[in-house]
């Protein structure tokens, strides 16, 4: 299963999807390597998705980037369940009509208060 194959979860004020937290892994093909090797996580030659996830413990690769000689330097990585603004809102705009509107309605919200 791909991530793109998965439901997307959609913004409980608006509809729009929400963003998945996801992070990108840098990788140096081998037959680039030089004695510096930057900012790459990874050192190897990868050449599918298949390659990229031998090299992650995430479950889902969700894109890669290739360069100019055909091997993966740059792959992106989700693990399945987080989302940005805890999967309910597509931004902090949303989030804060969600808040106004629940406050007009009367809903109160109680804080852990000091004893």
Same mark, same amino acid.
């Given at each position: ?18 963003? %998945?937290? *996801?992070?990108?892994? !840098? &990788? ?9 090797? $930057? ?34 330097? %740059?792959? *992106?990585?989700?693990? !399945? &369940? ?9 931004? $902090? ?23």
């Amino acid at each position: 299963m791909t991530a793109t194959s998965l439901p997307k979860k959609s913004c409980i004020v608006c509809g729009r999807p929400v963003k %998945r937290r *996801t992070y990108d892994v !840098g &990788v140096e093909p081998i037959s680039q390597r030089t004695a510096y090797q $930057g900012s790459a996580q990874i050192v190897a030659d990868i050449a599918s998705k298949a390659d990229c996830q031998r090299h992650t413990n995430q479950p889902y690769i969700v894109s890669t980037v290739r360069g100019p000689d055909g091997w993966i330097i %740059r792959f *992106t990585v989700w693990d !399945g &369940v987080s989302y940005f603004h805890r999967g309910y809102f597509c931004t $902090g705009n949303c989030a804060q009509a969600q808040g106004y509107a629940s406050a007009e309605h009367g809903e109160r919200y109680v804080w852990k208060r000091g004893e």
